[in-house]
Nanobody, 124 residues
């Protein structure tokens, strides 16, 4: 089973950029749909972005135009480039993997494997 480790979080000012990375183990990485979710303290976990096996990407309305998800199957990595960061982007960011072909890609229950998260703090 694939294992995921996120990195790249930190403290930045509003308007700055960060690039998060998720490194996966497993030879079948290319067969997984990969997604990013985030969760602020006291809030429910929410969908951020997904990249499917064919590299089609879909974004939550709250980040559309600011965030870009990408994958490199040869390196077993999935990145999230975050530009024009806002205070409301403050959260712990998680990557997740789904082996199946599902239409419910925005749902937490769709994903089989989760990383431990990386914290992002955006100050105003």
């Amino acid at each position: 089973q694939v294992q995921l480790v996120e990195s790249g979080g930190g403290l930045v000012q509003a308007g700055d950029s960060l690039r998060l990375s998720c490194v996966a183990s497993g030879r079948t990485f290319s067969g997984y749909t990969m997604a990013w979710f985030r969760q602020a303290p006291g809030k429910e976990r929410e969908f951020v972005a997904v990249i499917r096996r064919n590299s089609l990407s879909i974004y939550a309305d709250s980040v559309k135009g600011r965030f870009t998800i990408s994958r490199d199957n040869a390196k077993n990595t999935v990145d999230l480039q975050m530009n024009s960061l806002k205070a409301e982007d403050t959260a712990t960011y998680y990557c997740a993997a789904d082996r199946s072909i599902s239409a419910f890609y925005t749902k937490e229950s769709t994903y089989e494997v989760w990383g431990q998260g990386t914290r992002v703090t955006v100050s105003s």
